[in-house]
């Protein structure tokens, strides 16, 4: 009679399969890795931010040094920037965020369908205020704990604005 190949099974029991390979197991457990070794899927450096940065920020971005504070906070300010900036040049208005083109539309199909949106800029710049701050806090506590002197840290002013756009 065949070697059954016995390895435990989700239900706990024993696989019946009979065993083909020469570790002593079947096809499903114990065959060869079709994967490639190592991660390959993993994030490299300078993948995640550095493609989407213009190239003024490009400059501010190499100068950083990764896994500080510091960076981080120059990191969210440069996107805080952005999303001002966005803001002023949206002003208000729908933003174009997807075109479709209908390739085989006929006589009566739009051979372009368009869709734009209203962003939420003031969401965006009060979850990017709020981590600016929570960083700066975190600074805060280590710079504390580790007996630095903060020349690092640039002050951040927030502005409230009334209905006439006006500085309060």
Known sequence: MAETCGAKTRS????KNTAKMANGRCRMHGGSSTGAPGNTNSVKAGSLYSQYLTAEEREQYDALELGKVDDELRLTRIRLARALAAEQRANGQPELDE????DGAGEYVARESRKSKVRDYVKIIDSLTARIESLEKTRKTLVGEGGGNGDEVVGF????YDEADTAV
Do not use: P
């Open 157 to 160: 002013e927030v502005f409230t």
């Open 99 to 102: 075109v479709t083109n209908n």
């Open 12 to 15: 706990g029991a024993k696989c």
